[in-house]
């Protein structure tokens, strides 16, 4: 069956530093893989997508890259802030927005 | 504009009721789904719909029942609720344009309802 893994652990960085997230799929051919932000109490916040055909992409202090041969996307926040702490999710789909499956999230908590 | 609108917020049942949870999006959307949300387990898709009139399962569609008479409601019904369907309930919405070269397949999220069954 499809799968989505992500880093279930919490991340813990200091301000200033690069956080990096990790993705990781099975079984799943995407056309495009997007990455969401996610407060406590909210809805998931969509943040930007890579298609299958782009290695990297790139959004103010975002930056997501895309590896379909690994099956495997990472994403970066450079320059973080407290207020980049969250949780993050990655999201798969080939059918244009209506069976986008999501990975569990990961938490990064970005200390002042 | 108010994008993804989901009421309640929050709820509680007991085993057996039956309830359902709104969902409206003003961005006229073909495409909208429910997910719900577990800890450790991320989103899981019940229910989504192409279109007016047309819905089909996600991975997780029993015990729910949808339907889509216009574009810009989608309710879920819970026919007989009970304790493992307490979860946080999102509505989605999407532009049916997203695996076009334009697109972005971006959903637009209702902020969630909380239901807990007893």
């Known amino acids: 069956s499809q799968k989505i893994e992500q880093n279930s652990e919490a991340l813990n960085i200091q301000e200033g530093k690069t956080a990096t997230l990790t993705c990781n799929y099975t079984?799943?051919?995407?056309?495009?893989l997007q990455w969401y932000r996610q407060d406590p109490g909210r809805g998931p916040v969509f943040l930007l997508l890579?298609?299958?055909?782009?290695k990297e992409k790139r959004k103010e202090r975002l930056k997501v890259t895309f590896d379909t041969t690994l099956k495997q996307s990472l994403f970066h926040i450079t320059a973080s802030q407290p207020a980049d702490s969250a949780t993050y999710l990655c999201?798969?789909?080939?059918?244009?927005?209506?069976?986008?499956?999501f990975g569990a999230g990961t938490r990064l908590f970005v200390k002042a | 504009n108010a994008g993804v609108t989901q009421t309640p917020k929050f709820q509680v049942l007991k085993t057996g009721q039956s309830m359902t949870l709104q969902c409206a999006q003003d961005?006229?959307?073909?495409?909208m789904s429910w997910y719900r949300q577990d800890p450790g387990m991320g989103l899981r898709l019940i229910h989504y719909?192409?279109?007016?009139?047309?819905?089909d399962q996600g991975e997780v569609p029993n015990g729910y029942n949808v339907s889509r008479s216009t574009t810009e409601d989608f309710p879920l019904r819970l026919l007989s609720a009970a304790p493992s369907q307490t979860s946080v309930y999102f509505c989605?919405?999407?532009?049916?344009?997203?695996?076009?070269?334009?697109?972005?397949?971006?959903?637009?999220f209702g902020e969630g309802s909380r239901l807990t069954v007893l």
């Open positions: 989605a919405s999407s532009y049916s344009g997203g695996l076009t070269l334009a697109g972005t397949g971006e959903l637009f």
């Open positions: 079984n799943y051919s995407p056309a495009y």
């Open positions: 890579i298609r299958e055909n782009e």
């Open positions: 999201a798969l789909d080939n059918t244009g927005g209506f069976k986008t499956i």
């Open positions: 961005m006229n959307h073909e495409y």
């Open positions: 719909s192409v279109g007016a009139g047309i819905t």
